[in-house]
Every structure is written in C-alpha cells, then in structure tokens.
C-alpha cells in the first residue's frame, strides 16, 4: 500500500503545486529600466530591478490584496488570451504577465490593454513596483543621506494619501527608527511618527 501511496503521489495533478504570478515591465531609458514582481499563492512576494538580482525586495500582502491579485487574473483566463491592444499608443514598456503552478506556464506580453481586468492587474503591480521602489529609496535616505529623509517621508505619505501604497506595514520599522532619531531632522520624525501611526490604525481596522 506505501508504494501505491507514493505513485499516486508523484502522479498528481500540477493543479495541487501553489500558483504564483509573475509581473516584469522592460522600458528602456526609465529608471528604473527593468522590474520584476513574483507573487506567490500566500502574498509573499518579491520585487527586482536587475533580472540576475539575487537580494531581492520581500513583502507580504494581505490575504484579501492576493486572493483579488489572483482572482483578476482568472478572469484573463491565466494569460491565455493576447491583451494588446494593437493602437497606435506611445511606447510605456513591454509588460508581461506569467503565470505558474507546477510545470504550467503561461503568459502575455503587451504595451497597451485595453482590456478592463488586464488594466486592473497592472495597476496592481505598478503600486507594488512603486511602494517598493519607495521604500528602497527611503533606507537609502535614512542610510546616506539625513537630509533628504524628509523629502522621501514627504513623498510616501503622498503616495498614501493617493492611495498607491500597497503593504504599508513593512515601513513600519524604519519609520519609528526615522522618529526616535534625533539625528534627522525634526519635521522628518514627526512626519514619520504621524505616517507610522497611520499605518499601524489602518492595519488594526481591517475585518
């Protein structure tokens, strides 16, 4: 009987491999010029801007930001069906949506869509790129340049406020480490302190 179990286990379906969702955008002349989003099936994710980067940006998203991240793309059919648009719009960079799960592949590639989901799920990806891309630029800030945190605090509260941030939690620590330094400068640890507790009552009003 184990051996049968183990044939039976080696046997099954790719459909029991967790699934994950792979977002990159290629704009040369941008900066950044290349991005790279892998999303698994729990919200762990991880964000790249060099195609051979092996010390990526992690975050976690919420159950409900991936159980939607996940449901758009089942509306796309996987990314199975072409999603250009094939108008003559201005190059803003090839963007390709992958999915896998198990040895399934499948993906898309396009400029422009103008497909309703498709526009959906690249917005999703472009507010991770950009809450990433925040966030690297904050610790460099709070690293090498004192003076300039305060200008990177500015923007991500603007980022907020426009509500382009997505996982706001995992700028939690830096920011109580911006206010409760005295070496920056003092408007920057009160925007810091204010932004912190922002996030930390917003996570506690979720269902």
């Not at 184990?2 to 459909?15: E, G, M, V």
Request: proline share 5%.
């Amino acid at each position: 009987m184990s051996l049968l179990w183990l044939l039976a286990a080696l046997l099954a379906p790719a459909a029991e491999d967790p699934a994950r969702i792979v977002y990159s955008k290629e704009f040369p002349g941008s900066t950044p010029a290349f991005v790279a989003i892998t999303l698994e099936q729990s919200g762990r994710g991880e964000y790249r801007e060099a195609p051979d980067d092996d010390s990526p940006v992690a975050f976690q998203l919420s159950e409900a930001e991936t159980r939607e991240i996940f449901a758009l793309a089942e509306k796309l059919d996987y990314f199975q069906r072409p999603l250009e648009a094939k108008l003559k719009v201005a190059f803003t960079g090839t963007k390709t949506f992958r999915y896998e799960r198990g040895s399934l592949r499948r993906q898309a590639q396009f400029n422009y869509s103008t497909d309703p989901d498709a526009r959906l799920l690249w917005d999703w990806f472009e507010r991770i790129a950009e809450s990433e891309q925040l966030l690297i630029k904050l610790e460099r800030a709070a690293r090498h340049d004192r003076l300039g945190v305060n200008q990177a605090v500015l923007e991500l509260e603007a980022a907020y406020d426009r509500k382009r941030l997505v996982a706001p939690q995992q700028f939690l620590k830096l920011l109580e480490r911006i206010a409760g330094n005295e070496a920056y400068l003092h408007m920057a640890r009160e925007r810091a302190a204010r932004l912190a507790e922002a996030f930390r009552a917003a996570d506690s009003a979720k269902p």
